[in-house]
């Protein structure tokens, strides 16, 4: 049975860039249906919600969302979109992969995934200014929370996925030298659930040393797992090891539901030009039908990707090309096999 996804084009490029993935995924034979829902400033603009409850009934019904950028306003204005999301859904596994596919860069053949815990540590967003001295903001707290539950089952996925993907060797990066409790505690468990996979590798690393050896040795690394912010961090420096922000795609995970973004945001500089590269989406795309089991349809995207990227003719402005975002969705479909 065709299955029904929701679809959310998003702010800025997001219309461009899922216009392009959706013309691909149909040429490529995708088995879906596309539930269209909107959310962020459209939505605010159109019905005065950035998340309308007809978005989420979609969300909570198709439970495979396939979501575009979303602008978020700077201080003041309403709270992440995407946050809300990966909470409502409790899509606890972020999981990037890097794939080299532009030759030439620092590094050639880089294939790494990271794999990011999504609902815990700083990002819980439990923080408060604390008053001294008449000074209402004389300081600022913010709590970093780490459960046994949610370490387990992020260090547990990590494990799964390795051994789903064919994956040698999962490091799990901390900081349990200066914060023994709640690092220590990931760490800890991280080290009970690698006892469960003898057939995969493990190490654990301090977080500033992994960084430092993606920089110098990447080879050394395979599928990495840690919490809420080091992931972020150390996903942004892994897309730069494969030429930035344009080909990194992203599936947030939960038990029951998932869902699939770029990692790159709304681009408010270029959106309405007709230039923007498609390709994040695309892959985030491509992640969504491994995902469901379409990983044959997946494969052959891929490979018009790095067909059409490597032959240099048709690339968009961010890869040093000159092409629109339709003539390298054009130059895609022809690609594919
Ligand atoms: P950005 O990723 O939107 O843009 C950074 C730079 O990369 C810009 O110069 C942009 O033109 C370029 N760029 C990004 N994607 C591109 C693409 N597909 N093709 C060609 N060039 C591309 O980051 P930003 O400017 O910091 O953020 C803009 C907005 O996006 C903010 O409101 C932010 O909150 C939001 N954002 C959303 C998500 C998400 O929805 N998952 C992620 C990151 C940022």
């Known amino acids: 049975m ?3 996804i929701t679809v959310i084009p998003g702010d800025g490029i997001g219309p461009e860039v899922t216009d392009a993935t959706l013309e691909i995924l149909k040429a490529a034979g995708a088995d879906l249906e596309y539930d269209m829902q909107i959310a962020g400033l459209i939505a605010l603009e159109e019905v005065r919600n950035p998340l309308p409850q007809a978005t989420l009934d979609s969300s909570e019904k198709n439970r495979i969302i396939l979501k575009g950028p979303l602008t978020t306003p700077s201080g003041a204005g309403f709270r992440s979109i995407n946050v809300e999301m990966r909470k409502a859904f409790d899509l606890y596994s972020n999981v990037r992969p890097v794939r080299t596919i532009v030759p030439g860069g620092r590094y050639e053949d880089i294939d790494l995934v990271l794999i990011r815990e999504n609902t815990e540590g700083l990002y819980v967003g439990v923080e408060h200014y604390i008053g001294m001295h008449g000074d209402a903001r004389a300081a ?24 789903k993907h064919g994956r040698k060797k999962v490091t799990l990066a901390h900081k349990a030298n200066i914060l023994k409790y709640t690092q220590g505690l990931f760490l800890e468990v991280g080290q009970d659930v690698a006892s469960e996979y003898p057939d995969i590798e493990f190490e654990d690393r301090i977080i500033d040393a992994t960084a430092m050896q993606l920089v110098l040795d990447p080879y050394r690394f395979d599928v990495l797992v840690m919490e809420n912010m080091f992931g972020d961090i150390l996903s942004d420096l892994m897309a730069g ?10 599936g947030n995970i939960g038990q029951d539901a998932a869902m699939f973004e770029a990692v790159h945001g709304s681009a408010p500089d270029i959106a309405g030009q007709g230039i923007a590269n498609p390709t994040g989406l695309l892959l985030s795309a491509c992640l969504m039908l491994d995902h469901m089991s379409q990983s044959e349809t997946a494969s052959r995207i891929r490979g018009a990707i790095d067909t059409v990227v490597l032959s240099g003719d048709t690339r968009t402005v961010d890869m040093g090309g000159s092409a629109t975002t339709r003539e390298f969705t054009a130059a895609l479909v022809a690609a594919l096999d």
């Open 241 to 250: 090891l494969v030429g930035g922000l344009g080909f990194a795609p992203a």
């Open 2 to 4: 065709t299955k029904t």
């Open 140 to 163: 600022a707290e913010s709590v970093m929370i780490i459960t046994r539950f949610g370490a387990e089952r992020i260090c547990r996925y990590a494990f799964e996925y390795a051994r």
